[in-house]
């Protein structure tokens, strides 16, 4: 009998070894994901807050807003805007965006009143191999080992959403608003704060690029940069873009991602077959009769964020709303995320009945009774937000990525190779055999959470563009904010620098001790840099508002 009792006790406590374990484990993964960069304080000189009557630009570097506001003082408009805004940010923050990468563009036609979005997302190449971030014994592979190299390379989108963007809506010529960009490359610029630190901390760049750009920048973080190779490309692009899908660019881009494996089949046939229109944008009246607009599927964010809204203020009716709540909330959303939307020219997802309150809130009943917990994914730090508004009232509002910080590592005529197919449910199927929605196929867009929003008050009328680099915390980072403005009281200018928190699979992070004491769950306190961009209007002007977290301006 006391063998027995004994044998129980040992295998209980290698039970509750086993479990504790495994939750180190997947809360150091989920850390590190959460904190490739560190927040940067670096003031331009310029400020992080502004009002203005006419037009308003922020940013995550001041070098863009810069350009972008001498473009609005030409006489451009927001699409004119938003091309050298985007190629701007491919020089001074590569690591973040650029024309190796994929974009999503929420605009607001203030002529037509109406909203629409360009879809730039990365594609798979058609014929790639859906088992390519699965090890040999169908395992999957470690995340760097899937995102560094060639094979997790996606057809890059950006060029192609701000040429459509501006050959629709711009009023400068194409040409004219690449001269700037051309002369800063030109002319160098100083590294900033953020570029530093990531060179600084980047593992991988330096062993797959020999003689390259960056080589000794951060020995020399005074010396200016000059990328005249990209300056090469931007000359090209300026005369014809087609150069990029079809052209020399194409085959450089195919050839790069050739040399560094894996099975990645990108061809030139997937470059040149690459082309996007303008849509509606997806649009969701809040019980309060606010108008919340954004990218439609492949990114989840506009679904995603008015699901916690909806639940947000359906709660609210009855109780006060507590953090524990919101973190609650965001975990169950994750949790539909990862269930129900993808790339939905591939799979069937039912927009309607997810947004529907009465499924929500069944859903999150019986989530909570469950108290269910996910394996956790990749949550990463990269990407760039901003936001314009011009004298003529149009609105933009756009995220742009290559994803991880540098994407794939690989660099070509002056910029990054994306690494956005990562982005993809690395196996197929589930643990109960069925299929994943966001799996690899080919000419398939991953899912994003990319959440360039425009909203409008009760009168339809322009109130907020809003949005943020993070990758899945995205999601977090934006419902925070608006929580905080529409349901708790906050202003901007406060909820902006407030700590983030983000609940996912069933983990519970907190960028701030302080949030501990709201709490009675167990978290972990660790960076979550936002890079939060905010447009509002109040009674006829324009405030504009960069987060504190990374090198942001407004102009
Ligand atoms: N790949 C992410 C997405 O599209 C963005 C990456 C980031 O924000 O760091 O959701």
């Known amino acids: ?32 994901y959460i904190e490739p960069e560190k927040q940067s304080n670096f003031d331009y000189g310029k400020s992080k807050r502004r009002s203005s009557e006419t037009q308003i630009i922020v940013t995550a570097n001041d070098y863009a807003s810069e350009v972008g506001e001498k473009i609005l003082d030409k006489g451009g408009n927001v699409a004119d805007a938003t091309v050298a805004i985007q190629l701007t940010l491919g020089l001074v ?15 607001y036609d203030n002529t037509k009143k109406k909203v629409f979005f360009y879809d730039g997302r990365e594609k798979a190449p058609q014929n790639i191999n859906q088992n390519i971030f699965l090890k040999n014994d169908g395992s999957k592979k470690k995340f760097f080992d899937a995102a560094v190299g060639g094979q997790s390379v996606g057809v890059p989108g950006t060029l192609e959403a701000i040429f459509k ?59 200016k940069i000059f990328n005249h190779e990209y300056s090469k490309t931007l000359k090209k692009i300026s005369k014809d873009y087609r150069v990029f899908y079809e052209g020399s660019i194409a085959r450089n881009i195919t050839k790069k991602v050739g040399e560094y494996k894996n099975n990645n089949s990108l061809s030139e046939s997937d470059l040149k077959n ?128 290559i994803e991880s910080t540098f994407g794939s590592r690989l660099f070509v005529n002056g910029f990054f190779l994306n690494n956005q197919l990562t982005d993809f449910s690395f196996k197929s199927i589930n643990k109960n055999k069925s299929l994943i929605k966001n799996r690899v196929q080919g000419g398939k867009k991953p899912l994003s959470s990319m959440s360039p929003l425009i909203i409008f008050d009760p009168d339809n009328k322009f109130l907020m563009s809003i949005g943020s680099p993070g990758g899945k915390a995205i999601i977090s980072y934006v419902s925070r904010v608006l929580i905080d403005y529409f349901y708790l009281n906050k202003t901007l200018a406060t909820s902006i620098k407030s700590p983030n928190y983000i609940k996912i699979n069933g983990l519970v992070f907190l960028e701030d001790n302080s949030l501990k004491t709201e709490l009675n769950l167990k978290s972990k306190v660790t960076s979550l840099t936002s890079g939060i961009a905010i447009i509002v209007k109040k009674k006829e002007k324009f405030y504009g508002f960069a987060d504190h977290r990374r090198d942001g301006t407004v102009r």
């Open 165 to 223: 963007f501006h050959s629709d809506y711009g009023i400068l010529k194409w040409k004219d608003i690449i001269e700037p960009v051309i002369d800063l490359a030109e002319k160098g610029f100083h590294p900033p704060p953020r570029l530093l630190n990531a060179l600084n901390k980047d593992k991988f760049l330096f062993n797959i690029n020999k003689n390259f750009l960056f080589n000794g920048v951060t020995n020399n973080p005074k010396k």
């Open 1 to 32: 009998m006391k063998k027995k009792i004994k044998n129980l006790f040992t295998l209980i406590l290698l039970f509750l070894f086993i479990i504790l374990k495994n939750n180190l484990v997947l809360a150091d993964q989920i850390e590190n």
């Open 93 to 107: 923050e590569p690591q973040s965006s650029g024309i190796g990468g994929g974009t999503f563009i929420t605009y």
């Open 274 to 401: 690459f082309s996007i229109k303008k849509k509606d944008a997806l649009c969701f009246l809040l019980p309060s009769k606010v108008k919340i607009c954004g990218p439609n599927l492949p990114s989840s964010g506009t679904i995603c964020i008015v699901q916690v809204l909806k639940i947000i203020d359906y709660i609210k009716k009855n109780k006060e709303i507590e953090l524990s709540d919101i973190l609650d909330i965001l975990d169950f959303v994750y949790y539909l995320r990862e269930q129900f939307l993808a790339d939905d020219t591939f799979v069937r997802v039912n927009i309607e009945k997810l947004t529907n309150i009465d499924f929500l809130i069944e859903g999150f009943s019986k989530y909570k009774a469950k108290k269910k917990s996910f394996l956790a994914e990749e949550i990463l730090n990269s990407t760039s937000h901003f936001s314009v508004v011009d004298k003529f009232n149009n609105v933009v509002s756009v995220t742009s990525s």
